[in-house]
C-alpha cells in the first residue's frame, strides 16, 4: 500500500539459479528500510549540517535548533510531557537500557529488577549484571502471565523497583497489555520501563500522564526499525532520574564547570549525552515520525494486522508447519515465527532467499530464554548444544512485516513454503552443504 514511500524499494536481487527477482523484505523487525522521504531530507539538511551546541555560526545556530526542537516532537509522537519528561538521544535501545541501567543504581540498589522471559537479551543482560533480577514467565502459548507477575510483586514485597517489560516480542509479535502492566507494577511501589522497539514503529504509544496509574515510566526504541537509519535512537525518561550523579559516559557537553578540582554537570539531556551528538540521525528520526504520524499509527496498526491475518490464515495450512503463535491477531504485532517439520530454520530461511528472493530471519533472535520456552527445551538439552558446536542450534524462521509490504508479497512467499513443504527431502539434500559450511 505505501510501497512509494519506501527507499530502493524496486531492487532487483539474484536467485540462485541467476534470474532476478524483486527483493521482498519480510525483515523488518530487524531493520526497515529507510522512507524516501528520510533520505532526502538528510540530504537537503546536509547544507545546515554543522556543530551542535559547539558553534556560533549561522548554520551551528540551525542545526543547534533542529536538534533541540526534536525532542519535542519526539515526546509528541508517544505523548510524554516535556515539563516532566527528558529524551535522551543515544545509537539504539540497547544503548538506552544500558544507560538507564547504569543511572537507575541509586534507586534501585538492592532492590528486586523484574524483567521477563520474553525479553531481548538487550533487555535482559544489562540489568542482570547490576541488579537482582526475577522472571516472568510466560504461558505455553508464549504469553506473558500477568498472574506470574502480581505473584511475584506480592513475594517481593514492595522490593521490586523497576519491571521492564517489552512492549512486543520480536519473536512472536506478542503485544504485551502494557497499561495494564504499568497499573500493576504501580500498585506494587515498582517503576516499568518499556521496550518500545517492536511497539513503537507498529502501534501507537500514550506514555499517559504521570498521575495516571498506567502511565509508563521510562521507553526506549531505535530509528533503524521504524523507516531512518542506524545510529540513533531515544531513551524517555523522567528528568529527575538524571538529577543525581553523572552519565556513564562524559566529556564535552555535559558539564556548566570544570575545575582541576570541581565539576558541575550540565542539566538532563545535555549531562548525558557527551561528545558531539547525531545531528543528521536526529534530522532523519523525526521526518520518519512525520511520515509516520501524517498516515496514522492506528492506520498503520490496522494495515499490518490485516496483512497478518492474512498470512496465519494462509500459512498454517502448509504441511509440516510448526507455528508458534497462538492466533490471537488483536494482540500481536506483525511478526509470525515458525518451523517446517524436518527441515532446519536456517535451510528454510536460505531456500527463501536463493529461491524467492524473499529476506527473512533465522535462530534465536537475541531472545535465546524466550526461544528455549517456546521450544520447549531443556537446560540439559541447551548445555549439549554449548558442548557441541556441530549439533544443530534450535530456532525458528521469523517474517515480519512492514507497513509497505502487501498480499502479493505474501502470496510468493506462501507458495513457496508449500513447495518447500512438499519437497523436504528435496530440499535437505539440496541445501545440505549449506550447513556444513
Ligand atoms: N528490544 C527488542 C524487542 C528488539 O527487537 C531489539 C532489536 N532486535 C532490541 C531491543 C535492540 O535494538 P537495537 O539493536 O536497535 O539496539
Known amino acids: 500500500m505505501y510501497k512509494n514511500l519506501i527507499y530502493g524499494i524496486n531492487t532487483l536481487v539474484p536467485l540462485a539459479n541467476g534470474i532476478e527477482v524483486p ?63 527528558t ?42 549484571s547490576k541488579y537482582k533480577v526475577d522472571y516472568v514467565q510466560v504461558d505455553k502459548n508464549g504469553r506473558l502471565s500477568l498472574d506470574h507477575l502480581e505473584y511475584l510483586l506480592k513475594k517481593y514485597n514492595g522490593k521490586v523497583k523497576l519491571l521492564t517489560v517489552t512492549g512486543a516480542s520480536n519473536v512472536t509479535g506478542y503485544l504485551n497489555p502494557i497499561y495494564k502492566i504499568a497499573q500493576i507494577a504501580h500498585k506494587y511501589g515498582s517503576k516499568i520501563l518499556v521496550d ?34 542506524f545510529g540513533i535512537g531515544v531513551l524517555i525518561a523522567p528528568k529527575a532520574t538524571f538529577n543525581k550523579g553523572h552519565s556513564e559516559y562524559v566529556g564535552g557537553g555535559t558539564i556548566k564547570l570544570v575545575t582541576p578540582q570541581d565539576v558541575i554537570w550540565e542539566e538532563p539531556p545535555q549531562k548525558e549525552e557527551a561528545g558531539t551528538p547525531n545531528l543528521l540521525g536526529v534530522v532523519a528520526l523525526i ?44 494482540n500481536k504485532v506483525s511478526i509470525i515465527s515458525f518451523n ?29 530464554p524466550y526461544i528455549q520456552k517456546l521450544l520447549n527445551i531443556s537446560i540439559e538439552e541447551m548445555k549439549k548444544y554449548k558442548q557441541d558446536e556441530n549439533l544443530l542450534r534450535p530456532g525458528t524462521v521469523r517474517i515480519s512485516f512492514g507497513l509497505y509490504n502487501d498480499y502479493q508479497e505474501v502470496n510468493i512467499l506462501i507458495e513457496l513454503l508449500n513447495q518447500i513443504a512438499y519437497n523436504r527431502k528435496k530440499y535437505n539434500l539440496k541445501y545440505k552443504t549449506l550447513l556444513s559450511t
Open 23 to 85: 527483493y521482498i523484505n519480510f525483515d523488518n523487525a530487524a531493520t526497515t528500510p529507510p522512507f524516501v522521504s528520510v533520505i532526502e531530507t538528510i540530504n537537503n539538511f546536509s547544507q545546515y549540517y554543522s556543530s551542535v551546541h559547539r558553534g556560533t555560526g549561522y548554520k551551528s545556530i540551525i542545526s543547534s535548533q533542529f536538534y533541540e526542537n526534536a525532542r519535542d516532537e519526539v515526546l509528541n509522537f508517544v505523548k510524554g510531557n516535556n515539563k516532566y519528561h
Open 87 to 128: 529524551v535522551i538521544f543515544v545509537k539504539n535501545t540497547t544503548e538506552a537500557i544500558n544507560k538507564l541501567s547504569y543511572r537507575l543504581k541509586d534507586e534501585i540498589g538492592d532492590g528486586i529488577v523484574l524483567s521477563t522471559y520474553m525479553e531481548h537479551h538487550s533487555n535482559d543482560l544489562p540489568w542482570r
Open 196 to 229: 518500545g522497539a517492536q511497539l513503537v514503529p507498529h502501534h501507537p504509544v500514550d506514555m499517559k500522564p504521570i498521575d495516571h496509574p498506567e502511565h509508563i515510566d521510562y521507553i526506549a526504541f531505535s530509528a533503524h526499525k521504524m523507516y531512518a537509519p
Open 287 to 330: 521526518e520518519s515520525l512525520k511520515i509516520l504520524k501524517s498516515i496514522g499509527m492506528n492506520k498503520i496498526s490496522n494495515y499490518e494486522r490485516e496483512l497478518t491475518k492474512y498470512t496465519l490464515e494462509r500459512i498454517k495450512k502448509v504441511p509440516h508447519i510448526i507455528l508458534y503463535d497462538d492466533m490471537d491477531i488483536m
Open 340 to 368: 517446517i517439520e524436518g527441515l532446519y530454520h536456517e535451510t528454510v530461511a536460505n531456500i527463501l532467499s536463493l529461491e524467492g528472493g524473499i529476506a527473512v530471519r533465522n535462530g534465536c533472535f537475541c531472545a535465546q
